[in-house]
């Protein structure tokens, strides 16, 4: 499984990004994909995640300011992301689990800097 994140930048304070994250090696069907963050000194948390037949999931701090998607058959996942506030600068990264098993795969990480 290969995962490739991109969309990331400088934004100013209420601004939007889009991320995406492309996969390959692997399928959807039967998988939760995920986007996580990774802020300075700070441990890795989940933002959002998403499956076949089960509603999106987020974090309390999203407050509905971002949408998670996916393209099952371009096998790409997104993360629309709006109302961006500085405390959301991070590396974001694209994670995938396929549901038989217990192994995460990550993407390489695309940085979001939000300047107040």
């Known amino acids: 499984v290969q995962l490739q994140a991109s969309g990331g930048g400088l934004v100013q304070a209420g601004g939007s990004l889009r991320l995406s994250c492309a996969a390959s090696g692997t399928t959807f069907s039967m998988a939760t994909m995920g986007w996580y963050r990774q802020a300075p000194g700070k441990e890795r948390e989940l933002v959002a995640t998403?499956?076949?037949?089960?509603?999106?999931n987020y974090a309390d701090f999203v407050q509905d300011r971002f949408t998670i998607s996916k393209d099952n058959a371009k096998l790409m996942v997104y993360l629309q992301m709006n109302n961006l506030k500085p405390e959301d600068t991070a590396v974001y990264y694209c994670s995938h689990r396929l549901w038989s098993s217990a192994r995460k795969y990550w993407g390489q990480g695309t940085l979001v800097t939000v300047s107040s």
């Open positions: 998403i499956a076949n037949g089960r509603s999106p």
